[in-house]
Nanobody, 125 residues
Framework: QVQLVESGGGVVQAGDSLRLSCAVSGGTFSNYAMGWFRQAPGKEREFVAATSRSGGSRSYADSVKGRFTISRDNAKNTVTLQMNSLKPEDTAVYYC??????????????????WGQGTQVTVSS
C-alpha cells in the first residue's frame, strides 16, 4: 500500500514563502506521477500542481503559476512544492497525491490513486 506523508505547512504572512514536502513509501516512487491539491474551508478540493514520473513535465493551476514550483527527487521518494509570494487566498489544506501510470512524461490534474492526510497552510494578510 502506498503511503504519502506531507510536511512543511504552517502560518505565514502574505508575501512569505513555504516549502511543502511529501514522502512516499510502499511503492516504486518512479512509477507514479505526482500532484498537489488544496482545499480551502467551504470549497471543493482543487488542483494546484503536477509533475510527471520523470519530473520533466510540470503543470500548474493558473492561480499559482509563476509563484509555485513542483519538483521531485526519485532517489529520495519525495515531491516538494515551493510556494513563494503567498497570498491569503492560498490558505488551505494541501494534499499530496500519486497517480500510477506507465506514461513517463504525462501530467495529470485528476484521477489520482493515493492521497496523503494533508498539511495546513495559513496565510495572514
Amino acid at each position: 500500500q502506498v503511503q504519502l506523508v506531507e510536511s512543511g505547512g504552517g502560518v505565514v504572512q502574505a508575501g512569505d514563502s513555504l516549502r511543502l514536502s511529501c514522502a512516499v513509501s510502499g511503492g516504486t516512487f518512479s512509477n507514479y506521477a505526482m500532484g498537489w491539491f488544496r482545499q480551502a474551508p467551504g470549497k471543493e478540493r482543487e488542483f494546484v500542481a503536477a509533475t510527471s514520473r520523470s519530473g520533466g513535465s510540470r503543470s500548474y493551476a493558473d492561480s499559482v503559476k509563476g509563484r509555485f514550483t513542483i519538483s521531485r527527487d526519485n532517489a529520495k521518494n519525495t515531491v516538494t512544492l515551493q510556494m513563494n509570494s503567498l497570498k491569503p487566498e492560498d490558505t488551505a489544506v494541501y494534499y499530496c497525491a500519486a497517480y500510477r501510470t506507465t506514461t513517463v512524461a504525462r501530467v495529470f490534474s485528476g484521477g489520482y490513486d493515493y492521497w496523503g492526510q494533508g498539511t495546513q497552510v495559513t496565510v495572514s494578510s
